[in-house]
């Protein structure tokens, strides 16, 4: 079955950087665009980023845009989320998302906590 | 950026009861050339992340009963809960996945009255 597997989330200093990581499995990971979407503690959704399946298409939101980077690793079935400038209203659960056309399979979230 | 606005914020219905969630966008959503509209609905409930209960506007997802039903085209949908259950409660978005930015609705709270 379609399992994404988020981490790397934790307390960091406002300014600092943090890299999250995501692991797939149970399907053809190369095949398929990912994305990053965010949740803010008692707030909505807010998507982040997407990489396309073959890792040279990329958008950001304006919020993030020149700060974050996401990148994947089709050899291992990984996407990355390098985080720089980390600011106190990056604090979110992260999630990673597969998207067929939606957004269809989502992980259990890493929690980043940005705070002085 | 097209934004997706949800009425209302929140819902108070009685359980059997119909409810009702409607989401706007600020532009067209459906793409001609495979007829269809990049409008999904999710269910969120306290501490677990977002499920698809409906995609390309009205096809229900993998395992959703059939009590939930999407409608609309371009840039006005509608979410239906047929026949409201206790396990219903939660937080409701729609979401775009036809332009980046993607976007979301700022989600409607449903609850029991």
């Known amino acids: 079955q379609v399992q994404l597997v988020e981490s790397g989330g934790g307390v960091v200093q406002p300014g600092r950087s943090l890299r999250l990581s995501c692991a797939a499995s149970g399907f053809p990971f190369s095949s398929y665009a990912i994305n990053w979407v965010r949740q803010a503690p008692g707030k909505g959704l807010e998507w982040v980023a997407v990489?396309?399946?073959?890792?040279?298409?990329?958008y950001y939101a304006d919020s993030v845009k020149g700060r974050f980077t996401i990148f994947r690793d089709n050899s291992k079935n990984t996407l990355s989320l390098q985080m720089n400038s980390l600011r106190v209203e990056d604090t979110a659960v992260y999630y990673c998302?597969?998207?067929?056309?939606?957004?269809?399979?989502w992980g259990q979230g890493t929690l980043v906590t940005v705070s002085s | 950026d097209i934004v997706m606005t949800q009425s209302p914020d929140s819902l108070a219905v009685s359980l059997g009861d119909r409810a009702t969630i409607n989401c706007k966008s600020s532009q067209s959503v459906f793409f001609s050339s495979n007829n269809k509209n990049y409008l999904t609905w999710f269910q969120q409930k306290p501490g677990q992340p977002p499920k698809v209960l409906i995609y390309w506007a009205s096809t229900r997802g993998s395992g959703v009963p059939d009590r939930f039903s999407g409608s609309g085209s371009g840039t006005d949908f509608t979410l239906t809960i047929s026949s409201l259950q206790a396990e219903d409660v939660a937080v409701y978005y729609c979401?775009?996945?036809?332009?980046?930015?993607?976007?979301f609705g700022q989600g409607t709270k449903l609850e029991i009255k």
């Open positions: 979401h775009q996945y036809y332009s980046t930015p993607y976007t």
């Open positions: 998302v597969r998207a067929d056309g939606y957004l269809d399979y």
């Open positions: 990489i396309w399946s073959d890792g040279n298409t990329k």
